[in-house]
């Protein structure tokens, strides 16, 4: 066994998201998201019945919840706000109510020595704002901008560590163009404009930010790394087209305050002229990249493919029951990359994890799982090995603290260390749990 030791204040955590875990999304005043319009309608849900009306009804089990981190050894949990319990309406009226279980969540973290991270936006528009456009009206950079300042003015100092989004891509390509995800929109023309109006909510929230706030704030996207299949200039360029839609056009604006030449090529007609102003506002300066790394893609030229670019299935490798290729290196690689790309901002993985198949009771109170602990074994490596390589990497927050809500694909797909029984709420610490305990107390990866 060889050990990598990481940095003395490298953070360990998990992370979750509010409507896959928390249940009860209209109580004490709360206002509906588009995930409650999109998971109740059978049309659109594709794991049909699978709603977040329970989930792991961590809105009524959080403090326990908060125990079994701390018993883990957890120093760290990246949760997310849902907007419609804080703002109902989305903007104006402040809910008391909901905004007092974040309170308590976070009191509850920093009363066990775990620090919060606080992602603003996990998906879940409240329907109020879905109604007057959402993302595709241009009023929402400020409507995100003000529900910022309520949590910042309530929790900046206990939380010191904010997210304003998290992975405007799956947003928009989800949500907007394939309809996959709420708000279920399939439409090339409106794709753009909710990606570029949600770079203007960061922008417009960072900036809020600034005006009182005493800490961290930064963007999280989820990267793929691409890795054209063959030299030949097909999948070269295809390789450039996967890359610059997945995982420049967010980066790029933020960091750069452009978008990549390649995007007018693949949206075509259906990319506005940018007014010039709003790279501005966008390009807020932040203070951490989240890097979510779940997979990378094998890119070929394959006009059966959107941009012209197909995946080349890996038949050989380890996949995840979300059939995603397990590939480490991919870790090491796309930490090195945003350096080269976009300097030398810290980073922290804000997202890693997998999905294996593990049985939907714990036996005798143990669940083996092997794979995942073989996953996160080899990507907690892959960390330090791009830390060894020059990578300011200061944190990992596993995917996930719990068995959840998988968007779409409902309760079937567990992510989490600990096993969620969803008949009886029963919480399981799996071997991963015990796995990351022990890389926790060591601050080293060994393999
Ligand atoms: C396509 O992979 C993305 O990076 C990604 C994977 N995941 C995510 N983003 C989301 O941030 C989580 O809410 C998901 O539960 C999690 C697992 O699917």
């Known amino acids: 066994m060889t050990q990598t030791p990481f940095p ?35 049309r659109l849900m594709a794991a049909k019945g699978d709603t977040g009306d329970v989930a792991c009804d961590h809105y009524n089990r959080m403090a326990d919840d908060v125990a079994l981190m701390k018993e883990l050894g957890l120093q760290a949990y990246r949760f997310s706000v849902a907007w419609g319990r804080v ?49 595709l009206n241009r009023d929402s950079a400020d409507w995100f901008a003000d529900y910022g300042r309520v949590l910042f003015d309530r929790l900046d100092g206990r939380v010191k560590k904010w997210v304003t ?15 996959a995800l709420a708000p279920g929109h399939r439409n090339m023309f409106e794709a753009p404009i909710a990606s570029h109006n949600l770079m203007r909510a960061h922008g417009a929230a960072v900036k809020a930010y600034r005006e009182t706030g005493k800490h961290e704030i930064g963007l999280v996207v989820n990267l793929e790394p691409k890795y054209a299949a063959s030299d030949s200039p097909e999948d070269q360029a295809a390789q450039r087209r996967a890359e610059a839609y997945m995982n420049r056009q967010y980066l790029e604006p933020a960091i750069h305050g452009r978008y990549p030449p390649e995007l007018k090529e693949i949206f075509g007609e259906a990319w506005p002229d940018w007014p010039a102003e709003d790279f ?47 590939f480490p290196q991919g870790l090491t690689d796309v930490l090195l990359w945003v350096k ?80 969620v029984n969803f008949e009886t709420q029963a919480r399981t610490p799996k071997n991963s749990a015990r796995l990351y305990s022990q890389v926790i107390a060591t601050n080293a990866a060994t393999l």
């Open 280 to 326: 501005a506002l966008i390009q807020q300066p932040i203070d951490f990249i989240g890097v979510n790394y779940y997979t990378r893609n094998v890119t070929r030229a394959d006009d059966s493919w959107p941009l012209n670019a197909g995946p080349v299935p890996q038949t050989q490798a380890t996949h995840t029951t979300t059939g995603w290729e397990v």
């Open 165 to 179: 989004l998290n992975e405007p891509w799956v947003v928009t390509d989800g949500g907007y163009l394939h309809g």
């Open 8 to 42: 003395d204040d490298f953070l360990w955590g998990c992370a979750t998201a509010a409507y896959q875990i928390e249940g009860s999304p209209l109580a004490d005043g709360a206002g509906a998201s588009i995930w409650q319009r999109f998971s109740h309608d059978p």
């Open 340 to 419: 080269e790309n976009y300097g030398d901002l810290p980073l922290y993985i804000t997202e890693n994890g997998a999905a294996f198949y593990d049985p939907p009771n714990a036996e005798g109170g143990r669940v083996d799982d092997p794979l995942r602990v073989d996953y996160l074994r080899k990507h907690i490596a892959a960390i330090g090995s791009a830390i060894e390589q020059g990578a300011d990497v200061r944190g990992y927050m596993l995917w996930s603290f719990l068995d959840n809500l998988e968007w779409s694909l409902g309760y079937s797909k567990r992510f989490g260390i600990v096993h």
């Open 87 to 135: 703002l109902p309406e989305g903007t104006g009226r402040v809910n008391q109510a909901g905004l007092g279980f974040y309170e308590r969540l976070v009191d509850t973290l920093l009363a066990n020595d775990i620090e919060p991270l606080c992602t603003l936006y996990h998906w879940d528009m409240p329907v109020a704002l879905d109604d007057r456009g959402g993302w």
